[in-house]
C-alpha cells in the first residue's frame, strides 16, 4: 500500500475494484464502512454484488477480465473533460502523451460494449474520481489474478497519477494482501529475483554487500523460478525435488490435476507446515512446525508496518520453528547458520535490508513501523511518493485491452470467478479445524443468479457438476442476489469440491500469476 489503513478513512472518494472487502478483509473492511457513514464516497467495480455493494453511491458491473477497458474509459472521460491535474503530471510524470494516445479510443460506447457498465454511470464516477479532492484506491486479487493482472495494476497506477491522487494523506494506490505476512514475506526475499528489501540478484553491488554480510562467494546472480513455473518444470521433468513451506497447492493452485501429476513427478518433496495437508499427503518427508501464536518475531503487514508478534503458548510434540528447521538443513548440507533466537535474526534483517534499517525490537515494542525506515532517528515512512517517485519521475504507461486466456462457448457458456468466504481462510488448513466456522460454511456451493438457475431449469441446493477443459467437481447450487447473470462464483477452500479442479493455469507474464478470477465452464445436473 503507498498509504495506510488509517488514511482509508480520510479519503473523500474510496474506489474499490476486485475486492470482495468485507469477507476477505473485514477488518479493514470497518474502515471502509465508517468512511460512508462519515459522508466519503464509496464506488464498487466488481462483476459480483459483494456485500460492499450495499454501503456504495455506485456499484459498476464489468464483465469479468475487462478491467483495462473500464479503467481506460474513466481515463478517457476525465482527459476529454479536462478534469487530469495537470501541475501533477508536468511536475511529476513522464510518458502523458501516450497514454493519452491509447487512451482515446477508449469512449464511453466502446467502453460499455467490451465491459457491459452503462456509459453514463462510467462517466458519472470517473468525474467524481476526478473531483475529489483526495481519492483512494483499493484492490485486491480480482485485479491481479488475470493473464493481465500486471497491466491491471499499472492502469490503476495511470488513473491514480492522472489525478494527483498519489503522496498524500487519504489517496494512494493500495493492494489488499490477502494473507497476514505475505508483505513481509517478500520484503525478505521470498522471490526468486531479489534479495530483502527487494534489492536485485543481479546486481553486482548488492551481490557483493550480501557476501560479505554472510561470509560466502559465488552468490548466483541468476533469478530462479517462481512457484508457477516450478510446478511446470517438475511437470516436464525438468524439476527433481521441491521443499514447500506452509503452501497447500493440491488446493490453492490453478488445474489441480495439472498440478497434482507435477508433485507425483518429483523425485523428493519437503513440507514443512503446521497441519496435515492435502499436500503433506504427497510428501516424502513431513516437517512440522510451529504457528504464529508459539514463536516471536515480526509481521509487516498491507500496509507496511513492521510489528512485533509474541509466543502466546507452547508447540506440540516435535515441531521447530520455522528458522531452525531452515538453520539445521542448510548446516547439514555444509554452509552453517547459528541463530541464539529470533531477536537476533531481526538485527541481521535490520543490518541487510535498507529499508528495515531504522527498525528495532525495541522501537516496535507497543506501535509498529512503516517501512521504509532507513536509521534509527527516522521515524517511519506511512505515505510513500511524496516528494517523487521511487525511479524519480513516475512513468504512465499505454496499455491496451487483452481478454482473458478463455472465454464463453457453446460448450462452456458461463464464466466462473473464484475466492473467498467470510469464514475460511486459504485452503482450510487452520478453519477447517474449527467446528463453529464449519458449521458456519460447512461445504463448497456454487453461487448462481435467479436468472441462470431458471435457465437451467433447476431448484436452488440442487446439486450440479460444474465442468471446465480441465477437471470437474460436484456441489449444491445456490441462488444469490451477490450473482450476475452468466458469472459463477465458487469458493477455493473445499478439498471435497475444489475450484481449482476447474480454473486455467495460464500465467500473467510478467507476475507468473494464474488467471483464477476468469475461466470457461458448464453446468449439469449431477448424476446420481
Not at 467490451?114 to 485485479?143: H, K, W
Not at 517478500?186 to 526468486?192: N, R, V
Amino acid at each position: 500500500m503507498t498509504n495506510t489503513i488509517a488514511d482509508i478513512e480520510t479519503s473523500d472518494l474510496i474506489l474499490v475494484t476486485g475486492s470482495n472487502t468485507t469477507e476477505n478483509h473485514p477488518v479493514l473492511s470497518t474502515f471502509v464502512k465508517r468512511a460512508v457513514l462519515k459522508g466519503k464516497k464509496l464506488c464498487l467495480i466488481d462483476p459480483r454484488r459483494v456485500n460492499l455493494a450495499n454501503h456504495a453511491e455506485k456499484w459498476l458491473r464489468p464483465f469479468p477480465g475487462t478491467d483495462i477497458a473500464w479503467i481506460n474509459g474513466m481515463m478517457h472521460v476525465i482527459i476529454k473533460e479536462n478534469l487530469h491535474d495537470k501541475k501533477f503530471i508536468e511536475e511529476r510524470t513522464e510518458n502523458f502523451d501516450a497514454l493519452k494516445e491509447i487512451v482515446e479510443k477508449y469512449t464511453p460506447e466502446h467502453v460499455e460494449a467490451i465491459t457491459g457498465i452503462d456509459q453514463e454511470d462510467l462517466i458519472e464516477v470517473a468525474r467524481q474520481f476526478a473531483n475529489a479532492p483526495v481519492a483512494s484506491i483499493l484492490y485486491c486479487m480480482g485485479i491481479t489474478q488475470h493473464t493481465c493482472g500486471t497491466d491491471n495494476v499499472k492502469s490503476l497506477a495511470n488513473l491514480s497519477m492522472l489525478c494527483g491522487h498519489l503522496g498524500k494523506p487519504g489517496g494512494g494506490v493500495n493492494p489488499l494482501r490477502g494473507q497476514n505476512n505475505v508483505q513481509g514475506a517478500c520484503d525478505m526475499g521470498g522471490l526468486p529475483n531479489v534479495f530483502t528489501a527487494y534489492l536485485p540478484v543481479n546486481n553486482d553491488d548488492a551481490k557483493s554487500k550480501f557476501e560479505k554480510a554472510w561470509d560466502i562467494t559465488g552468490l548466483s546472480s541468476s533469478p530462479g523460478l517462481v512457484a508457477t513455473e516450478m510446478l511446470i518444470k517438475a511437470y516436464e521433468g525438468k524439476l527433481k525435488s521441491m521443499f514447500i513451506i506452509g503452501e497447500n497447492p493440491m488446493i490453492s493452485d490453478p488445474d489441480l490435476n495439472h498440478a497434482r501429476k507435477a508433485l507425483a513427478n518429483l523425485d523428493f518433496l519437503v513440507v514443512q507446515d503446521i497441519f496435515p495437508t492435502e499436500t503433506t499427503q504427497m510428501a516424502d518427508v513431513v516437517l512440522p512446525a510451529f504457528c504464529f501464536a508459539e514463536k516471536n518475531g515480526t509481521f509487516s503487514n498491507t500496509e507496511r508496518r513492521v510489528q512485533r508478534v509474541r509466543k502466546a503458548v507452547d508447540a506440540p510434540g516435535e515441531a521447530r520453528r520455522d528458522w531452525e528447521i531452515i538453520c539445521e538443513i542448510a548446516t547439514r548440507m555444509g554452509y552453517e547458520m547459528k541463530y541464539e533466537n529470533s531477536h537476533e535474526i531481526f538485527k541481521e534483517i535490520s543490518a541487510v535490508t535498507p529499508s528495515y534499517g531504522g527498525i528495532t525490537w525495541e522501537r516496535i515494542d507497543k506501535v509498529g513501523i512503516h517501512w521504509p525506515c532507513p536509521n534509527e532517528d527516522h521515524e517511519g515512512t506511512p505515505i510513500l511518493h511524496t516528494t517523487q517517485f521511487t525511479r524519480g519521475r513516475g512513468l504512465f504507461h499505454a496499455i491496451d485491452n487483452v481478454p482473458p486466456a478463455e472465454l464463453p462457448d457453446e460448450k462452456f457458456p458461463y464464466i466462473l470467478t473464484t475466492g473467498r468466504v467470510l469464514y475460511h481462510y486459504h485452503t482450510g488448513t487452520m478453519t477447517m479445524r474449527t467446528k463453529g466456522l464449519n458449521q458456519l460454511s460447512p461445504e463448497c456451493f456454487v453461487e448462481i443468479s435467479e436468472k441462470d438457475v431458471k435457465k437451467l431449469g433447476l431448484d436452488n441446493g440442487a446439486m450440479v457438476d460444474v465442468c471446465s477443459r480441465r477437471g470437474k467437481i460436484t456441489a449444491k447450487l445456490k441462488v444469490s442476489t451477490k450473482a450476475v447473470e452468466g458469472t459463477i462464483f465458487i469458493p477455493f477452500h473445499f478439498a471435497n469440491a475444489a475450484a481449482n479442479e476447474l480454473t486455467n493455469a495460464e500465467l500473467d507474464p510478467t507476475a507468473k500469476i494464474p488467471e483464477f478470477k476468469v475461466c470457461a465452464i458448464n453446468i449439469e445436473p449431477a448424476i446420481a
